[in-house]
């Protein structure tokens, strides 16, 4: 007899583990893709709040064209729904010419 095959029950449990490992990879990935995604959304509706508070509020820019918000003002004022209880800095810097707001970031202390 030649016995250089698989026996069926060594070839179903070679299945299985590929099927449980298929599984678990699928699960890692879609935990991942919804930390991933969920973030970038949450910063984005961060960062919309702050233009918008700012703009509204008609907050003034300091000399160096930035102004600071914290999520805290957010939440107080009504432009932003409690997101979590950290209370992060957000810089919003202009343009000098424009004065348009072009850029809007987390920072760790407003100088």
Do not use: H
Not at 16 to 30: A, K, Q, T
Not at 34 to 48: L, M, Q, W, Y
Not at 64 to 70: I, Q
Request: some cysteine.
């Amino acid at each position: 007899m030649n016995n250089k095959g698989f026996t069926l029950v060594e070839f179903t449990i070679w299945l299985l583990g590929i099927i449980v490992l298929f599984i678990i990879v699928i699960n890692m990935s879609r935990d991942t893709l919804t930390t991933s995604v969920a973030k970038p959304i949450r910063d984005k509706e961060v960062f919309a709040a702050a233009e918008n508070y700012v703009i509204k509020e008609d907050k003034s820019f300091n000399n160096d064209n930035y102004v600071c918000v914290t999520k805290r003002q957010l939440e107080i004022t009504g432009y932003l729904k409690k997101v979590d209880n950290t209370n992060r800095i957000i810089k919003l810097t202009r343009n000098k010419i424009t004065k348009v707001i072009n850029k809007i970031e987390y920072v760790n202390e407003c100088e």
